[in-house]
Each structure stands twice: as structure tokens, then as C-alpha cells.
């Protein structure tokens, strides 16, 4: 990767962890180990991202910015950051802003708000640790276009959980196109990256109203 990028990458992620002390943006706290589970892992999703076709990029549920901004940068996709609660965005704003990183903001509302505002403008999205697949599927498939394509991260993915998305997929507009599991640079943690493309219109009209896709799901 490109040096400058990569430092960029270092920079925001110490930045985050700097204020991760009063605020609560991630867990890991240990640089070690936030380099590998932050850094590495975020970037582990990005030739689905980069097969993706050309067009903005949002991350649902980003937290602390994660995969997203390390996506943004290396990708050089125009990025929007997507989370419900506000001082989360915030303070990831400021830290965009400090470092001077081009093409990503940030919307602290619901995912569900913003299909809504922008459905059917994005041409890639991203997912880590936000919800079962199925509920994934549900709310990316309104943000976007045809050929765009959601890309999910997950730790542990069983079966039923897999058999229940590829039921509801057709449904929801969306069909599987590639599943690709890994380990992590310490060599025990699993990872898996399943890749979605929006395909048809859904059979329902989405989004369904706030809440619903994660308190009801499918
Ligand atoms: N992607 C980050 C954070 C995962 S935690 C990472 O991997 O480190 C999940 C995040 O999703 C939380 O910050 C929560 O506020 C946000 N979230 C959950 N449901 C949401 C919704 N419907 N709309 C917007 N944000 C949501």
C-alpha cells in the first residue's frame, strides 16, 4: 500500500483510540491488537469492495469508523459513514477533519432515515458487526443501485443464519456472489466476507419503518 495512506490509516486509528478514553467508540483498547482487528481486518474486505462497480461507498454502522475509513482511503472512493448515535459521528467527523481526509463524511441517523433520503445511490456498502445477514440484506438493498454490492464481515457465520439470508435474498432484491473465509494475521482469528449484489427491485417496499428490520426481522 501506499506509504502516505497507510500512515493515514495509523494516524486516525491512534486518534480514535485517543478518544476512545472518554468516549466509548471500541472495545479493544491495546494498540497491538487494534492495529490487526481495526486496520487489517477493515481492510480485509477490500477486493469486494474494489469488484464492486464505480460509485460512492457507504459503511452501515460504522462506530468508530470502521471498515469505513480505512476503505475510504485506500480505495479512494467518495465515503459516507452511517450511524445512529450522534456523539459516535461526531467525534469521527472531528478526527476526518483533523487529519485532513478527503472524500469521506459522515450521517448520524438511522440507516433506514437514509434509504429514505439517498435510496438507490451507492454502488458499494459495507458491513461489519452489525446484524444477522438476513437483516443486513433488508437494510442495505434500498441504498443500493443495481450491481451495487453489500459486503459483509463476520466473525462466526452458522448455518442457519446463512440458509435463512440466501431464503430471504431473492425477495429482497439481493443474491449472493462470493464467500471467502480467512484467517487473521495471528493466525487464529476467523473471518469471513460474504459479498451481495443487488440484483432487482425488492418484493416489498423498503425501507420498512424504523426499527423494524432489526426488532422484526424477516
Ligand atoms: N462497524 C463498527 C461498529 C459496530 S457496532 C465496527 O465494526 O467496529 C454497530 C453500530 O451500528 C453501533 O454503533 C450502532 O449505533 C449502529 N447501528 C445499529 N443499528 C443501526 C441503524 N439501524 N442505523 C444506524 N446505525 C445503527
Known sequence: MDPSRSKLIVAYLD???E???HLNLTRIEDTAQ???LHIEDSLSGLPEVEA???GPYVDLGSGGGFPGVPLAVVSGRRALLVDSVKKKMAA???VVDELGIEGVSTYDGRI?????ERGGEFAVATARALAKLSVLLELASPLLKRGGVLVCYKAQLDDEELQHALKLQA???MKLKSDRSFLLSDGETHRRILAFEKVKEPGLKLPRKVGFAQKRPL
Open 92 to 94: 469521527v467527523q472531528l
Open 52 to 54: 464492486a462497480p464505480e
Open 112 to 116: 433506514e432515515d437514509l434509504a429514505l
Open 19 to 21: 478518544v476512545n478514553r
Open 34 to 36: 487494534a492495529r490487526m
Open 171 to 173: 425477495y429482497l432484491g
Open 15 to 17: 486518534a480514535i483510540l
